[in-house]
């Protein structure tokens, strides 16, 4: 059998990838994630760290993954583009919801190797640090344009989510401000915002795909649950609190889209601990 035949043509791929894609640029969904799903999460790691090894092969396999990845990652950002662009304030409820239905599964999979009161003090001081860290840095976030490094630590963000499944980094950018703008960008083919995305995402996954597996074959519990405290802290700060010039239908649809987006992110656990 053919190894194409085995994990499927050019176009299943392609279409893999695109799902992946969605990952990158939805909050409360991992590209990591649903690589794990589709069953390439542990190949596309091992050939990131070992990039010499089998580069021809594995470049070929990935070449569909990678170009559906940005095709879905482009169609999508139309669609958030312009919802943040217009109903900011009940799409950010949406995307809360998606983060708090992957909290159950990110909590399981925290503790999977054990749970003692070392990784509860780490879970805490890491959500009170990065709540404080958050919120005092707010100004600062508010203030300074985008410019070619905010770009670049956009791009670490966002491959930090394929290295570490379960992880969505949207919702730091989100916060930060740039999440729309990063929408725009890719919608309107803007490379002073694309190639510097791309640069951080690429030295990111080149260099840390090696050390993140290492520092989580000898402190996993420990690691995970610093991670899941920044990811309480930054979800906590995305939670609109301007509700200004809205009226009931909006706060209904507030409810609504909290709910819908927990149940999304809550599916998209699911699916990834059955096929992971």
């Given at each position: 059998?053919?190894?194409?035949?085995?994990?499927?043509?050019?176009?299943?791929?392609?279409?893999?990838?695109?799902?992946?894609?969605?990952?990158?640029?939805?909050?409360?969904?991992?590209?990591?994630?649903?690589?794990?799903?589709?069953?390439?999460?542990?190949?596309?790691?091992?050939?990131?760290?070992?990039?010499?090894?089998?580069?021809?092969?594995?470049?070929?396999?990935?070449?569909?993954?990678?170009?559906?990845?940005?095709?879905?990652?482009?169609?999508?950002s139309f669609g958030v583009s312009?919802?943040?662009?217009?109903?900011?304030?009940?799409?950010?409820?949406?995307?809360?919801?998606?983060?708090?239905?992957?909290?159950?599964?990110?909590?399981?999979?925290?503790?999977?190797?054990?749970?003692?009161?070392?990784?509860?003090?780490?879970?805490?001081?890491?959500?009170?640090?990065?709540?404080?860290?958050?919120?005092?840095?707010?100004?600062?976030?508010?203030?300074?344009?985008?410019?070619?490094?905010?770009?670049?630590?956009?791009?670490?963000?966002?491959?930090?989510?394929?290295?570490?499944?379960?992880?969505?980094?949207?919702?730091?950018?989100?916060?930060?401000?740039?999440?729309?703008?990063?929408?725009?960008?890719?919608?309107?083919?803007?490379?002073?915002?694309?190639?510097p995305i791309g640069i951080g995402?690429?030295?990111?996954?080149?260099?840390?795909?090696?050390?993140?597996?290492?520092?989580?074959?000898?402190?996993?519990?420990?690691?995970?649950?610093?991670?899941?405290?920044?990811?309480?802290?930054?979800?906590?700060?995305?939670?609109?609190?301007?509700?200004?010039?809205?009226?009931?239908?909006?706060?209904?649809?507030?409810?609504?889209?909290?709910?819908?987006?927990?149940?999304?992110?809550?599916?998209?656990?699911?699916?990834?601990?059955?096929?992971?």
């Open positions: 059998m053919t190894e194409d035949s085995k994990n499927g043509s050019f176009w299943l791929r392609f279409i893999k990838g695109m799902f992946i894609g969605s990952g990158f640029i939805l909050p409360g969904v991992s590209g990591g994630a649903l690589a794990a799903i589709f069953g390439i999460y542990e190949r596309m790691i091992s050939f990131l760290a070992n990039l010499t090894k089998q580069f021809k092969e594995n470049f070929l396999f990935f070449l569909p993954v990678g170009l559906g990845a940005l095709f879905g990652i482009f169609l999508l312009f919802l943040l662009g217009n109903y900011e304030t009940v799409i950010l409820w949406f995307f809360v919801g998606c983060i708090v239905g992957t909290l159950p599964s990110l909590w399981k999979e925290a503790g999977k190797e054990g749970r003692s009161t070392r990784e509860y003090i780490i879970l805490a001081v890491s959500f009170i640090a990065g709540s404080l860290f958050l919120w005092q840095g707010s100004a600062l976030f508010t203030v300074v344009e985008p410019t070619f490094l905010n770009w670049i630590f956009a791009g670490v963000l966002i491959a930090l989510g394929m290295i570490v499944p379960g992880l969505s980094p949207s919702n730091f950018l989100l916060y930060m401000g740039l999440y729309k703008l990063m929408a725009d960008g890719f919608k309107n083919f803007d490379f002073a915002i694309i190639i995402g690429l030295a990111t996954v080149l260099l840390l795909s090696k050390l993140m597996n290492y520092i989580f074959s000898i402190a996993f519990p420990q690691l995970f649950h610093f991670i899941l405290g920044i990811v309480l802290a930054s979800t906590v700060m995305i939670i609109p609190t301007d509700y200004s010039g809205i009226g009931f239908g909006d706060y209904i649809g507030c409810i609504l889209l909290l709910l819908a987006g927990t149940w999304l992110g809550a599916f998209m656990s699911r699916l990834e601990n059955k096929y992971k």
